[in-house]
């Protein structure tokens, strides 16, 4: 396999959060990259799911932002409301 060196303009805090990520599972930078590279490759696409939000999700979202949504202090309690 040859190399060749890159240079890339990355978001300073999701590079700093990702690369301590990297080091607690024992991987350079560049083999996590490597890794992600080979398997968009592999899946012929991105490896994990794009999804763009739907109006329901949305508002869900916010609602959660705004600490309005519904909170639950257990499973049980959260299935009680959805009435199983």
Do not use: C, W
């Amino acid at each position: 396999m040859s190399t060749e060196p890159t240079s890339l303009r990355l978001d300073a805090d999701a590079k700093k959060a990702a690369y301590a990520i990297f080091d607690e599972v024992g991987l350079k930078p560049a083999q996590a990259i490597n890794l992600f590279l080979h398997q968009v490759v592999l899946t012929r696409g991105i490896p994990f799911p794009i999804a763009i939000p739907n109006a329901s999700t949305l508002d869900a979202m916010k609602e959660l932002d705004q600490n309005s949504g519904k909170h639950f202090n257990n499973n049980k309690e959260f299935y009680d409301d959805l009435g199983m």
